[in-house]
């Protein structure tokens, strides 16, 4: 395909969040009579699915400690349940478990659910939370459970096929997906901050609009756009937090068991919701009993036809870099520094055995030659960004929360259009240096 000279929208990024916003973008303009999705460029470095989008987990889930994410993630939710065949997405549900220390947090997050509509069961206590564990796995063993939050609607989604099927619908529409152009830098108009202009390494191609949808190379866009390095945070007591990075980078690891996905069924046969584990009961080796940690610990994980076998990660690292160091590319499993190593399928393998018998011995089935795991880049309060800056530059900066919210795209495109969306509002820029931050949770992870 030619370079085009000129459109009127350029979508940076052909991950979930680009591919969702240049569909339902499309869909926009076509109802209020605006354009039509041959108004619509999607261009990509390298390929559809080649950032964050194609090695997710895929893991759909409502799991909030924040009120504004959560509602986010049920209008998502409902995106993924409109065309599952399309989205490749398999509705089995989520649980999280926790212990004691999260018990309450885990409780909120119910009644809140209850009252947005959202389907959940929680079961509490010691001994109640393990009856329901072993009504549905009869070899669950894990110690110090106090509740279980069984979400009944969300799952998993196969990442790449339901870019493909993001990408499919686009196209449908009229979008042009162009792979292999990669953005170097901006043009900008003489008399404004506003963006004229992309400049790739396929030539100048002069736009409207921008959508930055780059996920883990945000923080290089967000340079080309001279944007700031650094923020001001107005804390709870309403003093300011000079100098805060904007960007920084984490390290999620991932992998599967090479076994046949068919041995994790719950005791009726069917296919089990997305398990997530979190513990403060100590973790011990499931190779020579040696104390892994006395630390809290989580872990979540699935059957997957896609990965072949059971496919889960634990809890992320912080990368210890500053953000302009950090090598982004190769990203994914040819990452040199940013895949999984020996510690982590030695913990995750032993925390799948402390969960369930039949994981037991199972480490050697471990998919060591398939290396995974990947780099997320992440705001300063660890919540998603979504406004705009420079009058016409949208960027999607989600800070690593983002494949199962396939809604983002569809808000975004009618903010675009001209609708300011109450879900979205939450996460605007100036909530920094207004102080309007989200509730942080006690769960081990910096996305819950
Ligand atoms: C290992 C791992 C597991 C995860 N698991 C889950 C999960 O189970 N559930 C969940 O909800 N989230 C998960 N996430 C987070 C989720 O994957 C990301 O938040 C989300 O995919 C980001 O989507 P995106 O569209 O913003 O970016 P990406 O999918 O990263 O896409 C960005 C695209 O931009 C392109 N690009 C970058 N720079 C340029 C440029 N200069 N010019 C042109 N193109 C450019 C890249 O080539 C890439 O294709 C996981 C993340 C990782 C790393």
């Not at 979400?151 to 493909?164: D, M, P, V």
């Not at 967000?222 to 990075?245: Q, R």
């Not at 994790?264 to 009961?281: A, E, L, M, R, Y």
């Not at 036809?305 to 982004?328: E, L």
């Amino acid at each position: 395909m030619a370079t085009p000279e000129g459109v009127k929208y350029a979508i940076i990024g052909a991950g979930i969040h680009g591919l969702s916003t240049a569909y339902h973008l499309a869909l926009e303009l076509k109802a209020r009579g605006k354009g039509s999705g041959e108004d619509i460029l999607v261009v990509d470095k390298t390929s559809i699915g080649a950032g964050a989008s194609g090695i997710a987990c895929g893991v759909v889930r409502n799991n909030y400690f924040q009120p504004a994410m959560r509602e986010l993630m049920a209008h998502s939710v409902g995106v993924w349940e409109s065309d599952p065949k399309a989205y490749s997405y398999h509705p089995v549900g989520y649980m999280q478990i926790s212990p004691e220390s999260m018990h309450e947090d885990v409780g909120t997050i119910f009644e809140q659910q209850k009252a947005i509509g959202y389907e959940s069961e929680f079961i509490e206590g010691l001994d109640d939370s393990m009856k329901y564990m072993r009504g549905l796995f009869d070899d669950w063993q894990a110690q110090g459970i106090t509740s279980v939050l069984h979400e009944k609607r969300g799952g998993y989604a196969n990442n790449t096929a339901s870019l493909y099927g993001l990408a499919t619908k686009a196209e449908g529409e009229g979008v042009r997906i162009m792979t292999g152009v990669t953005v170097e830098s901006f043009e900008t108009g003489s008399n404004s901050g506003a963006i004229t202009a992309l400049m790739t390494n396929k030539g100048r191609i002069a736009c409207d609009h921008v959508v930055v949808a780059v996920g883990p190379w945000v923080n290089q866009i967000w340079n080309h756009l001279e944007l700031p390095t650094e923020v001001s945070i107005k804390g709870a007591d309403g003093s300011m937090h000079d100098g805060v990075p904007m960007w920084k980078f984490w390290c999620l690891e991932e992998g599967t068991l090479g076994v046949d996905p068919n041995m994790h069924k719950t005791n009726d046969g069917s296919f089990p919701p997305v398990i997530h584990v979190d513990s403060d009961t100590p973790l011990v080796s499931d190779v020579d009993g040696s104390v892994i940690t006395e630390d809290m610990w989580g872990i979540y994980y699935k059957p997957d036809f896609n990965f072949g076998g059971i496919q889960g990660g634990a809890a992320p690292y912080k990368v210890d870099q500053k953000p302009d160091k950090v090598a982004v590319d190769p990203y994914g499993a040819d990452s040199p520094d940013f895949i999984v190593d020996d510690n982590f399928i030695h913990m995750w393998c032993s925390a799948l055995a402390h969960c369930q018998k039949r994981f037991e011995g199972q480490i050697k089935y471990y998919k060591n030659q398939e290396r995974s795991g990947g780099l997320g880049c992440f705001t300063p309060d660890s919540f998603p960004v979504f406004d705009t800056f420079r009058e016409n530059v949208y960027v999607i900066a989600d800070s690593n929360h983002g494949y199962k919210m396939l809604g983002v795209g569809k808000l975004v495109a009618q903010e675009i259009a001209g609708e300011k969306s109450k879900l979205l509002e939450p996460f605007r820029f100036s909530r920094y240096a207004e102080g309007k931050l989200h509730p942080v949770s006690n769960s081990p992870f910096p996305w819950s």
